[in-house]
């Protein structure tokens, strides 16, 4: 599934990490498909659909904010996540920027006990009330229903992109 992530106070924790690695390595292969196979993108307001890359990059911003957010609602030390590559930065630094990240979300939350992740809610950045466990499992969707998009276009897009 993912790179060992060694033992952690609460297991569900432990869980949401690995299969946040493995659905961010899944979504990101998915992508690297799109963009191989000229998929386009639906016509949308939100920034990160400006482009393939932009896409990409909101993909990987956001799982570092996920672990940044959780870190600052804790009081756990900085993750120490750089931030993501930019859209004309990205083609070249994903491999990467997606090894550093990873990494970088095994270990921070391995010491917090069960009670702290489910016991109290905090403002989430864009200011909806999520427990750090339940932050956690949106990470661990983010890249699973942008994968279903992206798997969606290149089916729909089959015989006209090339």
Not at 13 to 31: D, G, I, K
Request: aromatic share 8%; net charge negative.
């Amino acid at each position: 599934m993912s790179a060992t992530v060694g033992n952690y106070e609460y297991a569900g924790a432990q869980a949401m990490v690995q299969l946040h690695e493995c659905h961010l390595r899944s979504c990101v292969a998915t992508w690297r498909q799109a963009f191989e196979a000229g998929v386009r993108l639906p016509d949308s307001e939100h920034d990160a659909y400006a482009s393939m890359e932009t896409l990409l990059t909101h993909l990987l911003s956001a799982a570092r904010h996920y672990m940044t957010w959780a870190c600052e609602q804790l009081a756990l030390p900085d993750p120490g996540i750089r931030a993501a590559p930019t859209a004309d930065q990205v083609l070249e630094e994903v491999e990467g920027f997606v090894e550093h990240l990873l990494e970088r979300w095994r270990t921070p939350l391995s010491e917090v006990p069960k009670e702290r992740f489910v016991r109290q809610t905090f403002k989430s950045r864009w200011g909806v009330d999520y427990s750090v466990d339940a932050m956690l499992e949106h990470a661990v969707m983010h890249p699973i229903r942008h994968q279903h998009q992206l798997l969606a276009l290149i089916e729909s897009q089959a015989g006209s992109v090339g």
